[in-house]
């Protein structure tokens, strides 16, 4: 397994452009932890979670049942967050700890793989909207560049042509997605602490199928895992969409400095505190993908020192509203589908 990404020695050559921001920001305490602030994040919502259950038995077989999955819903993308943050070492300094703590917040918490997503972020991170590299802008169902547009096929082909309709709804399948990718990963073999995840996993699958079934009716029971799933999936689609979706994409030939290659990439979301605490501190996108291991309450800190340093060089910081920030992205979704909403010339 890759461990969370970090920057490399290499990355911060003495001199170097991000080297200078490095030390501005080290020199402003910025990189130091925050175990306090953590520990009242992690208290907060493991009781918020404790306090969802209790009602979910107290409610018993009834509709008002809908009020809870949705709830369980939010829930489960903030303990996603806290398991983005234990990946990149935010929360704990060494490795082992992250690691066993994020197995038990991301696999036993909400069924989601945290070795799998581990690798993929940090792939994501060392080359963000890279085309070649990017796990994330990978043509699967949606494409993100024309030239993608122009070599998909089959079910890629089709949704592409109105794409921007339908990211929303698509989204309703994330948290489906992401479970099956777990299972996928645990069943393949490579996988770090593969028995760990695989015993977790299937203990979080068992209790949650166990609740639900013997609580409530099948009919009940089936709707509620429609919306808390379903819900789940908007909810992480609206806290990582805005982050990189719309921005500048490059391919593997194309690779400005580290310090360019994150901040022209990434699009920071303004906000107030409702805002940070919905999206994690991933609205403060240029940050974190310039400082990885920063924990999440100094990112609004480093904003102002990182927005005057690239106005300095004269490097484009991109910042903008919560809507325009969908906007922004799914205008870009319909113009990279424009290939195939062309008619093809005879051959």
């Known amino acids: 397994m890759t461990t969370p990404a970090h920057v490399s020695p290499a990355t911060a050559q003495p001199g170097s452009d991000y080297a200078r921001l490095a030390?501005?920001?080290?020199?402003?305490?910025?990189?130091?932890?925050?175990?306090?602030?953590y520990a009242v994040r992690f208290s907060l919502v493991g009781g918020a979670l404790c306090a969802a259950w209790v009602m979910f038995f107290r409610l018993g077989d009834s509709w008002?049942?809908?009020?809870?999955?949705?709830?369980?819903?939010?829930l489960s993308g903030q303990i996603a967050l806290l398991g983005h943050d234990l990946a990149h070492r935010q929360v704990?300094?060494?490795?082992?700890?992250?690691?066993?703590?994020?197995?038990?917040?991301?696999?036993?918490?909400?069924?989601?793989?945290?070795?799998?997503?581990t690798d993929k972020h940090t792939r994501h991170h060392a080359h963000p909207n890279n085309e070649d590299l990017d796990p994330d802008i990978q043509p699967d169902v949606l494409v993100w560049s024309q030239g993608q547009a122009r070599s998909s096929t089959g079910l890629t082909r089709s949704v592409g042509r109105v794409q921007a309709y339908l990211f929303f709804p698509l989204l309703t399948l994330e948290g489906f997605n992401l479970h099956?990718?777990?299972v996928k990963a645990v069943v393949r073999p490579g996988l770090g602490r593969r028995r760990a995840e695989?015993?977790?996993?299937?203990?979080?699958?068992?209790?949650y199928l166990a609740a639900l079934f013997l609580v409530l009716s099948p009919g009940r029971a089936l709707v509620f895992l429609l919306v808390h799933k379903c819900l789940w999936g908007v909810y992480m689609g609206m806290i990582f969409a805005p982050n990189h979706k719309g921005m500048p994409t490059c391919t593997g030939d194309e690779m400005p400095d580290f310090l360019r290659r994150q901040v022209l990439t990434?699009?920071?979301?303004?906000?107030?505190?409702?805002?940070?605490?919905a999206l994690g501190g991933l609205n403060y996108q240029i940050e974190h993908h310039l400082f990885p291991a920063m924990p999440t309450p100094h990112l609004r800190y480093a904003r102002p020192l990182v927005r005057a340093y690239c106005a300095q060089l004269g490097v484009d910081y991109h910042e903008t509203g919560l809507l325009r920030s969908y906007r922004e992205a799914l205008r870009e979704l319909h113009r990279v589908g424009a290939p195939l909403r062309t008619p093809r010339s005879p051959a």
């Open 198 to 207: 695989t015993i977790l996993l299937a203990a979080h699958f068992t209790a």
């Open 180 to 182: 099956a990718s777990a």
């Open 64 to 74: 008002p049942q809908l009020v809870t999955a949705a709830v369980l819903a939010v």
């Open 23 to 37: 030390r501005q920001i080290s020199d402003a305490g910025l990189l130091r932890r925050r175990p306090l602030s």
């Open 92 to 117: 704990f300094r060494g490795r082992r700890r992250s690691e066993s703590v994020g197995l038990l917040v991301a696999d036993l918490g909400i069924g989601l793989s945290y070795g799998w997503w």
């Open 266 to 277: 990434s699009r920071n979301v303004r906000g107030n505190w409702l805002v940070d605490i």
